[in-house]
């Protein structure tokens, strides 16, 4: 423990240069770092570089640690014969896969001990269900904390319901191997005596669902920093947006669903909207559809300049789980959001009645076209929701409920 009291957090992550804050999980480990060292505690990242080039990565950390947004990070990384490997992800129970494995993960976990003692950690967050062996072979006496986010689970059984719905055949069994793994995963591991973050009350229902005891999981929400102040920028007339990691399939999916079903139909009303998808990564399928109506950026350092110039923030979602930061983003940034049931499910009552929810096409064409048609109506719905999310979505609350939760967890491992 740090001679001021606070914790030493080591915190275990993967990163991938590419998406960087583009990605969600990404957005939670760097805002929650800074208010946790605000609060007086350390945070160290030990990170798998996921880049074949770890050069810009290692550079990028750098920076976040110039600019206190972390204490320190050491580059930990899972290596392992590709037979190994490849036997290990054809096992569906983890306790096969763990078997194969054991030898490298016992020089992992002996690995991160050691940063563990150096560091004096007081607590090990595990980011990322590949090393939720950890706590089984670590010497350490840290305590653990895993950060499961969303529920594997539940994201591919939506997946399944896409694909009985598209009757791809094809598809459809590649999401049963999924649902599979990911069930078998996480009934193996939920079930295990470790506290469990979750990312929003529905992920947290269904992990509870899985492993049969809600007390060893807890909701630690994302926050939301401040968009542009007003007056700082125009919004640009017709100009509708989506934002996300590109080839994360939902994000895609639901640009897709927009694209095909719903973009039509207000082109029709109205020629000149434009439809903007900005996030890294843009798969072929969604850059074939740029155009004089469809602008697919790809990578931009300035989300909230992109959200905040745009009159309409979507979020299509049709599949997926976890916490929907985008709209989040959307509402700080005081854009009308209109949005599927998926996209606003992880929120407040008081939040969801502001957000203009509309699941089918028609639904969501129509409520496009009334928002432009008394543009004063939903500039004031969009100041209010911004009024109401600033108050309950604050990184520094949440970060505190961290702190409150590693205590409790290091307390029980010394007794």
């Keep these: 423990m740090s001679k ?23 957005i939670r480990y760097f805002n929650f770092a800074p208010e946790l060292i605000a609060q007086g505690h350390t945070v160290t990242f030990a990170v798998n570089f996921l880049d074949s080039d770890r050069g810009p990565g290692i550079q990028y950390f750098q920076e976040l640690k110039t600019r206190r947004v972390l ?47 150096e560091r004096e950690s007081d607590v090990i967050v595990i980011s990322g269900t590949r090393l939720l062996f950890l706590p089984l072979e670590s010497e350490s006496g840290c305590a653990f904390i895993y950060d499961l986010g969303d529920c594997q689970t539940l994201y591919a059984r939506r997946q399944l319901a896409i694909r009985m719905n598209e009757r791809n ?15 078998a ?19 947290k229902k269904k992990i509870d669902e899985i492993s049969g005891d809600p007390d060893t999981s807890v909701v630690i929400l994302n926050g939301v920093r401040d968009g542009l102040p007003p007056g700082s ?27 095909h079903h719903v973009l039509p139909l207000v082109l029709r009303q109205r020629s000149d909207a434009s439809f903007v998808i900005a996030g890294a990564n843009p798969i072929p399928a969604l850059q074939r559809h740029a155009s004089n109506n469809v602008v697919i950026t790809g990578y931009v350092e300035d989300l909230n300049r992109e ?47 502001l957000v203009v929810v509309a699941d089918s096409p028609d639904e969501m064409a129509e409520a496009i076209m009334a928002i ?44």
């Design 169 to 183: 055949i094809a598809g459809l069994f590649e999401a049963l191997k999924t649902a599979l793994f990911a069930y």
């Design 233 to 259: 920028h125009s919004k640009i007339p017709g100009r509708i947006i989506f934002t996300g990691n590109m080839d994360f399939s939902p994000n895609y999916e639901a640009a897709l669903w927009f694209l």
């Design 372 to 415: 432009w048609r008394d543009p004063q109506a939903a500039e004031a719905r969009a100041e209010t929701l911004h009024d109401l999310v600033m108050a309950q979505f604050s990184w520094g609350s949440w970060a505190g409920k961290i702190a409150e939760l590693a205590r409790k967890v290091v307390a029980q491992s010394k007794a």
């Design 307 to 353: 959200i905040a110039c745009s009159e309409i923030y979507v979020a299509p979602l049709v599949s997926g789980g976890g916490f929907k930061n985008k709209v989040l983003e959307a509402i700080a940034n005081r854009t009308s959001v209109v949005a599927t049931s998926i996209a606003v499910e992880s929120f407040s009552p008081e939040v969801r009645n």
């Design 4 to 26: 001021l009291g606070g914790l030493n957090f080591l915190w275990i992550i993967d990163f991938e240069y590419g998406t960087r804050l583009h990605h969600g999980a990404l």
């Design 71 to 117: 204490t320190d990070f050491i580059e930990t990384n899972l290596e392992a014969p590709a037979w190994r490997l490849q036997t290990a992800a054809r096992l569906i129970y983890p306790w096969l896969a763990n078997f194969v494995m054991r030898p490298v993960q016992k020089r992992f976990a002996a690995h991160i001990d050691a940063i563990a003692r």
């Design 185 to 203: 995963r996480e009934h193996y591991y939920s079930r295990m005596q470790v506290m469990k973050i979750m990312v929003s009350p529905v992920d």
